[in-house]
């Protein structure tokens, strides 16, 4: 039995196993396809469709070959397709069709068919005998000829418009069956100018009018254009294209009839993604009659309530495009019924209705005239009579027009004159009553916008706009004196003059300048200006040199040839002495006869023949008088020797010689003239040294120090005999006399506030060791000593008192012991203060404060200035020692401030010196009312110099209600209408001058009473227009403008309507919308973004400002970083309007914390150039607030606290974004910096994602490698339109930056590196590179149109010809040109101001000089950097930090794709330090031992504002790219509760007072009953970061999943550059090959223990391997030769974060509270640092185990050495390939395309099928649109090849500064 069972379940396994074999076999084979098909869709294409087979496979081939034998055709399809079309047919010609489906295994048999298309014969038309007539697919039905189907016969017409749905869902194949469709629609009418109007309009995500009514006069002209209707493509929005006919198609401009009737007709194969009923609505209540015709997956329900009544002939419906022909004829004939039903009923009705027109509106009001409009009276009106004269009297007048005309303009009336009007309806027999009204025509226009610029010491230009209709201008100029009858000049030019110069005039002297518009005799109101001449240009740039004790040269720089000479003032500073001299035409002098250590302030006037101009002064103060040179002792004996000296100065007056003996003894002195240098001292002591001394005497009575020298005579022996004595002397000195002196000449000098200079001479050359003593001179403190080498003879003696006398003893050790020690004396300089403080430069806003610095040296400056005149907290700043003035800013205009300098030692700061500064007044003066009536009052004042506008309110003292307007500059008056009589109102003035804003003026006027006559009745005009105005600021805004708007449920339905309110009124602000002014679009976010309207969707205020008001509320959770990617991807889009060279602006709104990442989409947006305005409301938090928003902060980020608060932000707001927008210098991210200026290189496409679409440009690696350049090859000639890049022009003032490098292939014949030429081809300005001459010149008109060059030439600007990189700064400015090469000045010219330039030319890149014409040539070179940049301080700024010669790692932003280049990783991270305080930099001391740390010290009272600071220094990328964050989890269960934690420390003070501290938990109690449901509580705070997680282990990998369900179809992308992309593959592949040619090279040099040849190429650290095994210590290699210092190491890994606790679900919002809000608290201390909010995604897993080594392979060759370079950051990430991106075809079914012929043809419809752009730019010059050339490749012997092919492109990730100045006085006294 056991037996018989095992062999059973044997059996069954067996069996099992065999059917699953066979089973998996089976699954491996699948079947053909079947039902085969196909469907001719013309005659040289065909449709192909089959039924998929049974079972699993990858797709199918598909194979069609001609009969004939030739070459089949293969295309290998998806497993989803079972569709495909064939074209490139030839007719009469059969073909085979095979279609296998494949698996990984093996494939199906073929499903097999045979086909041929016959050629049909052409049908002649009259209208047209070359027509292409496309087949009707799917039944083999023919196009329904003209004969063949219904035709309208009736003699009744309408206008009838076509709305085409254009969307993606549709295809190109299906709309060509909507083409037909419409050609069989329009055939059945009487079509032409005077018959049935056919328009059609095209919409998809946007609507587009393709023709209009009145665009075609015939039915051939009709046809022609839907055969060549272009297919659109893009999302189905119905509702948005119902609005754009009916206020676009349906107008009588666009060819709308009146009494004709009017039909709509709408084709959509889809359901609307908007509302469709409002819109379908306001066309049926307009009289147009609806028809809707829906195919495919339409919406029925939707397509009736789009139609008219009833729905049984209004409402169409076909299941496919290929069963449209079935209702064509049963349309017609409803069409055609419907229209002569509606002609009976408007001529059944025309002759019975006579009435009177209604709604009488003026508008268009001007001087001279108005225009009236009314609306039709019923009936048939013949004419329309209108009538009108002035009320005060005079003729009437009177017009008639026809009466299908509804409105006139009525000219050649009086200004200022109310004119009663009447509109009477004339009939066949009878007139109306009249409609009647009045209106008054405005005062004569006045020019505006004056202003006088180009100001010189006699003359200035004055220039103005103009105004339309004036007969010239009269200018009236005189300087504002007391006198009575000043010197009034008049100048009249004529009306297309605008600009004119003022000439003759005195300097330093204001003038105003008056401007009237003539119309004939009549002037207008005056526009006025003031502005003062400049004052004779004082001499500049002066400088000292050559600094002595008595002289001093000076030089300095003439201002203008027209100066005569130069006088120069010099006097001591203490004002005893004053010398004048007057000299010629010369920059230098030398200054004479000055005394020692004084301080001389000069002064130098420049004479002209006006007189003489203010001065230029300075100061400095001459040195101290020099000592004697070489004293030395010669010729000694037992009681003399001989002292010498060398001459030291030519006004040495007397030497004073002393000497003393060392052993004590009376001093003895001698005073020698100047021309003696050597006397004899005699009458000594034998044997007994002496020190001997010698100082200077100069004429100025001033002693110099005294140089001292020892000195010894000999020894005189006795020797006695029998007769007598004799004395003899030796000849041997004594050692310890002389021998062992070892110093001479010790001199003290060089004093400061803590130190002294040593210096000596060594005697002695055998001196081992000096020991240098230094003791105060009082002894007041222990002497100390320090020990220098025998071969040092000098020493600074530091951290001593100030103000300090020492005694400095010097004592020479030899090795047999001490020699004789020299001591002198010496002082150290007083704390001084800084002195002469000055003031100038005041302005509105700003002072400049001027001093002069201390005798000593300092450590820098603190500047402390506080308001005097209003109350204000004091101020201070602190500045560095080289800093002698600076600018104080932020102030308040019109007031006093206190000033306080004090200078900063290590020991503390000196007494102040103090003054006193006043800011300007900005006060609007003499402010006044006049034609003060009932409902009206205008205010005048004095026109303000300086002021750039002036904000005017009316406020109502009755009701508070404001009305404010902004004004012009020049503005003096201005009138309020439509008050309330009898009213107060206070009128309050402030003048503005740029962002500054003066005090308000104010004053109180009424209104008149009301005449108490009898009422009368109210006008029928309607009111004006509530479009708001546009401000002054926003006239020349170009920007692309996105409103981001929380929508969350925080929000609510009323603050969102106040939010729709705070737009609707800042986007008022706005003037011109559209594609030539602003564009504007709106998002609406919550846990998703909704795009209410894109960029492109409204052209004019009027149209945006009422769908800003229609948005409705959407509500949910609040994900910005989603909203902010919806903008950036949907929005900032070619498609949604966005614009090349336009400002891309965000404005984010909203109330609460972001719930997902949006600092990282922030920050890549504004790197990408975005300018980003955050406005936090309520709750939102300021830190993400700050993130989020462009730098600066304070123009970027705004806080109010409720939404009531918005119009505090509002005129803010306005004038940032309009400044950021501003057209001639719009504000962009230009290196890390907010700059106004232009990105160049994006404004010509040379970016990483647009390159490869201009032809001639190629990626290369740049400077380090890190950085990307394009090389520009030959004759690439890359040119935009100036109307692009400068739109308003060049500004006065700019900086051109360029990095770039000539090639050797550049030619040596001039060429433009960049230029402007003119539509003419003519150059305007531009920068020249002669590569043959080594010269650059710089071009351009000045503003009196004269051609000026400036060239420069030298050894520094022949350098950058040499082949390497080089940074070019070209500084362009009203007065001078500067030349600035790698950072570094080499040159300066003066230059007139430029004149503006045309913007209807082109500028261009690398353009030959001798170039002529359109077709022009271009050099070859390479550009990495082009900016211009509009302020001439940034070239002072730049750091040069891409040249790696200039490169400073200390102060550079770390390189582009920055990694480690070693192969060892990281260390750990240390510990964090604890923060240090600053502090004032104390002297160098020595080094101690570490401390503990002490405890944490209380905190401080917290301290005063401090000012703002300029920006930091870009930080160091980050060590690792932060992936997307990961989808949300499911919530989790509710987890038990925690312990109470304690309580945490108070964060930063918010507006609202803090909720007082928790209490302690109570004692837990009986549970009680449940309570009712609480209010929803306050959002809870933030919980604590959760501790990291244990690292996990890693899983085993997953299976693959299945493939994910077809993604959306996407839009049609842009056709790639193929050439770009094999570039970019062959230098991958190079780049790839030389990487593991290095590897190879340096893995068989440290196997074999040789030296090998280094290879420079890129390396890439690949896996480190398993350790090895030790092996045999090797033989001592040779020592190597010293290595390149290595470039700096990347900074650390930071320190792990904690992760971020589970955010809390969103609560609803809270019940206000009660009562009213407390005042603002204190500021709270500063709270201890906390943990990071958002936490990081966790530490890593520990590494997995090491690899096994894998076997080595076989060296390849050697390669070619490469380049010397060094290790590139960027290899880690292969830098410099790609480019491609992955563009989806927009086409369902593949297309097969078999030739005719050899070449092959490209039709532009076929590619693109869609407009082109006016201009085209191919490489070289725009053409005209007549012109257009597509780049497409030149005909080519091209396979039969299918397409579309999706394209497979790849992606490769590839001293503290001082100044040495020193104050002494002499220690030693002259003795006479």
Known sequence: MKLGHKLHTWFLLLFSALIVHFASHAQRQVGPPTKLRYTTLSEDSIQISWKAPKGQFIGYKLLVSPESGEKANQLNLQSNATKAIIQGLKPDESYKVDIIAYTADGESRPAEGHFKIKKTAQKK?????????????????????????????????????????????????????????????????????????????????????????????????????????????????????????????????????????????????????????????????????????????????????????????????????????????NLTKTLCTSVEEQVKEIQGTSHAIVGVPTNLVTSEITARGFRISWNHAPGKVEKYRVVFYPTRGGQPEEVVVDGSVSTVVLKNLMSLTEYQLAVFAVYIDSASEGLRGTETTLALPTASDLELYDITHNSMRARWTGVKGASGYMILYAPLTEELSPDEKEIKVEEQVTDVELDGLSPSTEYTVTVYAMFGEEASDPLTAQETTLPLSPPRNLKFSDIGHSTTKISWESPSNKVKGFRIMYVKTDGTETNDVEV?????????????????????????????????????????????????????????????????????????????????????????KSDVNTYVIDGLMHNSEYEVSMSAIFNDESESDAVTVLATTLLRTTSTTSSSTVTVATT????????????????????????????????????????VAYIGAKGDRDEESVMVPGRQNSLRIQHLLSDTEYKVTITPVFFSGE?????????????????????????????????????????????????????????????????????????????????????????????????????????????????????????????????TAYRIILESLLDGKKNEVLLGGGTSQHCFYELKPNTQYKISAYSQFQEVEGPAVSLIQATLPAPTVAPTSPPTTPPPSTIPPAREVCKAARADLVFLVDGSWSIGDENFNKIIRFLYSTTGALDQIGTDGTQVAFVQFSDDARTEFKLNSYKDKKSLLEAIQQISYKGGNT??????????????????????????????????????????????????????????????????????????????????????????????????????????????????????????????????KEFSAIEGVSMEPGTFNSFPCYRLHKDALVSQPTKYIHPEGLPSDYTITFLFRILPETPQEPFALWEILNKEYEPLVGIILDNGGKTLTFFNYDYKGEFQTVTYEGPEVRKIFYGSFHKLHVVISKTSSRLIIDCKQVGEKTINAAGNITTDGIEVLGRMVRSRGPRDNSAPFQLQMFDVVCTT??????????????????????????????????????????????????????????????????????GSTGLQGPPGPQGPSGLSIQGPPGSPGEKGDKGDAGIPGQQGVPGVSGSPGRDGAQGPRGITGNDGPIGPQGSPGSIGSPGAPGSPGVPGVKGPEGNVGPAGPPGSKGERGERGDTQSHTMVRAIARQVCEQLIQSHMTRYNSLLNQIPSQSTSVRTVSGPPGEPGRNGAPGPQGEQGPIGRTGFPGNPGQPGTSGERGLPGEKGERGNPGVGTQGPRGPPGPPGLPGESRAGSQGPPGPPGPRGQPGHTGTGGPQG????????????????????????PTDQDIPVVQLPHNTYQTYDPEDLYDEEQDSYITHGSYPYPAPYLQHPYPAPHPVQPEFTPVQDERETFEGRLPGHNRFSRDSSRKWAT
């Open 584 to 672: 010629d035409q010369i920059s230098t002098y030398l200054l004479q006869g000055l005394s020692s250590l004084t301080e001389y302030t000069v002064a130098i006037f420049s004479i002209y023949d006006e007189g003489q101009s203010e001065s230029l002064t300075g100061s400095f103060t001459t040195k101290k008088v020099p000592s004697p040179k070489s004293l030395e002792i010669s010729d000694i004996t037992t009681d003399s020797f001989r002292a010498s000296w060398k001459p030291i100065s030519s006004d040495v007056v007397i030497y004073q010689l002393t000497w003393v003996p060392v052993s004590g003894g009376k001093s003895q002195e001698v005073l020698l």
């Open 1433 to 1502: 301080s940034w070239a002072n700024r730049d750091k040069c930090c891409e040249l790696p010669s200039l490169r400073d790692e200390k102060t550079c932003p770390a390189l582009p794709y920055a990694c480690a280049c070693a192969e060892d990783g990281k260390g750990p991270s240390g510990p964090q330090g604890p923060p240090g305080s600053p502090g004032i930099r104390g002297p160098k001391g020595q080094r101690g031992e570490v401390g503990i740390l002490g405890p944490v010290g209380p905190h401080g009272e917290p």
């Open 1760 to 1783: 070619p050495q490469g380049q010397p370079g060094y290790c590139d950051p960027s290899s880690c990430a292969g830098y410099g390939a790609g480019g491609g991106y992955n563009e």
């Open 1119 to 1248: 994900k910005t970083g989603k909203a902010f990617k919806h903008a950036r991807e949907s929005l900032f889009t070619t498609d949604s309007g966005m614009r090349r060279g336009i400002p891309k602006v965000l404005v984010v709104i909203t109330d609460g914390r972001s719930q997902d990442d949006v600092n990282k989409i922030s920050r890549e947006m504004q790197l990408d150039g975005f300018n980003i305005f955050a406005i936090g409301v309520a709750d939102a938090d300021y830190a993400e607030l700050v993130n989020i928003g462009s730098k600066p902060i304070e123009r970027h980020v705004f806080f109010v606290d409720d939404f009531d608060a918005f119009k505090k932000i509002e005129d803010e707001l306005i004038t940032f974004i309009c400044e950021t927008a501003s057209a001639t210098c719009p504000l962009s991210l230009i290196h890390g910096n907010s700059l106004a200026g232009f990105k160049m290189m994006e404004m010509f496409g040379l970016i990483e």
């Open 125 to 329: 038309k009259e209208t047209s005998s070359n027509k292409v007539k496309f087949s009707d697919i799917g039944h083999g039905r023919k196009s329904l000829a003209e004969g063949d189907q219904f035709t309208c016969k009736t003699p009744a017409i309408a206008d009838i418009v076509i709305l085409v749905d254009g969307s993606w869902s549709i295809g190109r194949f299906n709309f060509k069956l909507v083409r037909l469709f419409l050609e069989n629609l329009v055939v059945a009418f009487n079509v032409g100018s005077d018959k049935t109007r056919i328009g059609l309009a095209q919409y998809s995500g946007d609507p587009r009018i393709e023709w209009q009514l009145n665009t075609y006069g015939t039915k051939d002209e009709v046809l022609d254009a839907v055969r060549n209707l272009p297919y659109k493509g893009g999302n189905t929005l119905t509702g948005l294209a119902l609005t754009y006919i009916l206020e676009n198609s349906f107008k009588h401009e666009a060819g709308t009839r009146n009494r004709i009737p009017k039909i709509g007709i709408l084709i959509t194969d889809g359901k609307s993604q908007d509302d469709v009923i409002p819109p379908a609505k306001s066309l049926r209540d307009a009289g147009i009659e609806l028809f809707a015709i829906g195919v495919k997956n339409a919406d029925e329900n939707e397509l009736k309530a789009i139609a008219s009544e009833p729905h049984s002939t209004h409402v169409y419906n076909v299941a496919d495009f290929n069963f449209m022909h079935t209702i064509v004829e």
């Open 819 to 947: 020699g004789v020690s020299v001591s002198a004396y010496g002082k150290t300089l007083p704390v001084s203060a800084p002195r002469n403080l000055r003031v100038s430069d005041e302005w509105y806003n700003r002072v400049r404060i001027f001093w002069d610095p201390p005798s000593s040296p300092t450590m820098g400056y603190r500047i402390v200035y506080k308001p005097i005149s209003v109350p204000g907290p004091a101020l201070e700043t602190f500045v560095g020692d080289d800093v002698t003035n600076m600018v104080i800013v932020n102030l308040l205009s019109g007031t006093e401030y206190s000033l306080k300098v004090f200078a900063s030692y290590s020991s503390g700061f000196s007494d102040p010196i103090t003054g006193v500064a006043k800011t300007l007044d900005l006060a609007v003066t003499n402010l006044d009312t006049y034609q003060v009536r009932m409902t009206s009052m205008c205010v005048q004042w004095e026109v303000h110099r300086h002021a």
């Open 732 to 771: 041997m000195r004594p050692i310890t006399a002389v021998v062992r002196a070892g110093i001479r000449n010790l001199v003290i000098d060089d004093e400061t506030t803590s130190s002294l200079q040593v210096k000596w001479q060594i005697s002695d050359a055998s001196v081992q060791q000096f020991r």
